[in-house]
């Protein structure tokens, strides 16, 4: 007999339509999932992985307080360690102390293994983190404040960077503002707080920057409004980018034709020309001059603008003098004795001109 289940006889071509019928009573006749398998998944609870960058240490607490409440923050855990719990009566209670256990297993992680045994058996996380707070932070002790206002009013930049400076008197203020919160209640008198604290800290920001920012500090002074240290350091710091940005710039006073390296170019000032180089050991075998070659002379190649007049006319005499035919040996004359030369010469024909009147005079007087 046959099963009343059959569909498909024998000696009989398949039709579409009995394929369809077969797939149908497949999927009427699957078994249901087994109890173990229903909805459970509502209450599973999985552990995420969960790391910070440092770990507790006798010496670290206010860094690594910080880290970990950012990441708990990230992780929607946060009021494990600031809130209460709920009830025991409560219908959460049950899952809200799973998510507890997974928090108090995070902390455990994050402190050095020679301090863990002292927290283990902290039953919530509240309590374990109040636990580590009390034996490691300082609270609002008044030495510490006192001792960190010292160094944030005596700290200076020195040979550090900018950068490394401020990072230095932030860590001071953050560790400050732990230990010693706003304490006003109304908002206007908090925000008035947080103004006089903002100036305070921006003149021990500019009190301890090196000397060489003496402009921009007067320049922020006398701002007003003030800027925060804040903006301060942001002023500064582009100024040090704006200078290194200038001592690339190439010079605009060398001489980029390439003939005979002439050094002096025309509208060079003469403060730049003597301050730069050192050449008190050239000498000149044209005018026999000091501190330039012959391809630098001036009678040369020309006077620059700064170049007095006078100085031009004499130079130019001189140089006329020192270029005239010479027998034997070639001497270098110095400008300076050339000068002296052409003087002495006037000199004489002054003398000759007196002695030729003189002897007129005297034929004169013979005659008569």
Not at 54 to 77: C, I, P, V
Not at 128 to 156: M, P, R
Not at 288 to 312: A, I, N, Q
Request: proline fraction near 6%; glycine fraction near 6%.
């Amino acid at each position: 007999m046959e099963s009343k289940d059959t569909i498909i006889m024998p000696d009989q071509p398949v039709t579409m339509g009995q394929l369809l019928q077969l797939f149908s009573q497949l999927n009427t006749n699957k078994p249901p999932p087994p109890p173990s398998e229903t909805s459970t998944s509502t209450t599973t609870i999985s552990i995420p992985t969960f790391s910070i960058s440092e770990k507790l240490t006798h010496q670290n607490y206010t860094m690594w307080s910080r880290l970990m409440q950012l990441a708990l923050s990230g992780r929607d855990r946060l009021n494990h360690i600031i809130a209460d719990p709920p009830p025991q009566t409560d219908q959460e209670y049950s899952q809200w102390t799973r998510r507890d256990s997974v928090v108090i297993s995070w902390i455990i992680e994050s402190i050095h293994p020679d301090l863990v045994n002292q927290f283990i058996d902290f039953p919530i996380a509240k309590t374990l983190w109040k636990g580590i707070e009390t034996v490691y932070s300082s609270g609002g002790d008044g030495l510490q404040i006192f001792d960190l206002t010292v160094k944030a009013n005596k700290i200076e930049q020195r040979t550090d960077t900018l950068e490394k400076y401020y990072s230095n008197l932030i860590t001071l203020w953050k560790e400050i503002d732990r230990r010693q919160p706003n304490p006003m209640k109304d908002p206007e008198d908090k925000v008035i707080y947080n103004q006089l604290t903002q100036k305070n800290r921006l003149y021990q920001f500019l009190a301890g920057v090196n000397e060489t920012f003496d402009k921009e500090r007067r320049d922020l002074l006398l701002q007003d409004p003030l800027p925060t240290a804040e903006e301060a350091y942001a002023f500064i710091r582009r100024e040090i980018m704006r200078r290194g940005i200038m001592k690339k710039e190439p010079s605009s006073e060398v001489d980029s034709s390439g003939s005979g390296g002439v050094f002096a170019v025309r509208g060079r000032s003469k403060k730049s020309y003597r301050k730069n180089d050192d050449r008190s050991h050239l000498q000149c075998t044209h005018c026999g001059g000091m501190r330039h070659t012959k391809s630098e002379c001036f009678k040369l190649v020309g006077y620059p603008d700064w170049w007095p007049d006078t100085r031009k006319k004499g130079a130019k005499m001189a140089g006329q003098l020192s270029d005239q035919p010479r027998s034997g040996r070639a001497a270098v004359v110095s400008s300076t004795k050339s000068d002296e030369n052409m003087a002495a010469m006037v000199k004489y024909s002054k003398e000759d001109e007196g002695n030729r009147e003189k002897q007129k005079s005297e034929k004169m007087g013979r005659r008569k």
